[in-house]
T-cell receptor
Framework: GAGVSQSPSNKVTEKGKDVELRCDPI?????LYWYRQSLGQGLEFLIY????????KSGLPSDRFSAERTGGSVSTLTIQRTQQEDSAVYLC??????????FGEGSWLTVV | QKEVEQNSGPLSVPEGAIASLNCTYS??????FFWYRQYSGKSPELIMF??SNGDKEDGRFTAQLNKASQYVSLLIRDSQPSDSATYLC?????????WGAGTKLIIKP
């Protein structure tokens, strides 16, 4: 696609439920990143994919968080047993080379 | 720990003046440097990138890089109220970008 597409744009979920966030990167971009940004805070790196492989998962906050990427394209970030502290905007970004990255509009998650 | 440091601000600049945003980085191996603009409630958007020492100009924006001092800056000429946003500086480190926390810029009409 023309840009990085994320869905859902907004999600309100009850504490303890699982959520899935989807990212469709720019066509041809091999690198894909997930970031989290809490209100008024900076970007928190979660995970990086090169193709379907995730060389760096070090940013995932806990084992409730997981991500996968299939076909070198779409990626899904899954949060199990959501907690209120998971409320944030989850940003996906992609790049052709591992530097100039382009962000999607984000998925705003609210855990109530 | 590789870091990118920015003054959080807010930096208040009168409309029409030059806004100067600064950033330092710790990884001497970084080769590429990026400025992103983030409006409140929106995702970051790329403004400029710079690889070489010196200045790079794009319209009202000029990026400056000094690798010896590990210093990157962004100048915005003829500042407009629409430039009010948070500006994020990033430096490449291996496969990813190391991000500063951002400087909030306010342009006063």
């Amino acid at each position: 696609g023309a840009g990085v597409s994320q869905s859902p744009s907004n999600k309100v979920t009850e504490k303890g439920k699982d959520v899935e966030l989807r990212c469709d990167p720019i066509s041809g971009h091999t690198a894909l990143y997930w970031y989290r940004q809490s209100l008024g805070q900076g970007l928190e790196f979660l995970i990086y994919f090169q193709g379907n492989s995730a060389p760096d998962k070090s940013g995932l906050p806990s084992d409730r968080f997981s991500a996968e990427r299939t076909g070198g394209s779409v990626s899904t970030l899954t949060i199990q047993r959501t907690q209120q502290e998971d409320s944030a905007v989850y940003l996906c970004a992609s790049s052709l080379a591992p530097n100039t990255i382009y962000f999607g509009e984000g998925s705003w998650l609210t855990v109530v | 720990q590789k870091e990118v440091e920015q003054n959080s601000g807010p930096l208040s600049v009168p409309e029409g003046a030059i806004a100067s945003l600064n950033c330092t980085y710790s990884d001497r191996g970084s080769q590429s440097f990026f400025w992103y603009r983030q409006y409140s409630g929106k995702s970051p958007e790329l403004i400029m990138f710079i690889y070489s020492n010196g200045d790079k100009e794009d319209g009202r924006f000029t990026a400056q890089l000094n690798k010896a001092s590990q210093y990157v800056s962004l100048l915005i000429r003829d500042s407009q109220p629409s430039d009010s946003a948070t500006y994020l500086c990033a430096a490449d480190s291996n496969y990813q970008l190391i991000w500063g926390a951002g400087t909030k810029l306010i342009i006063k009409p």
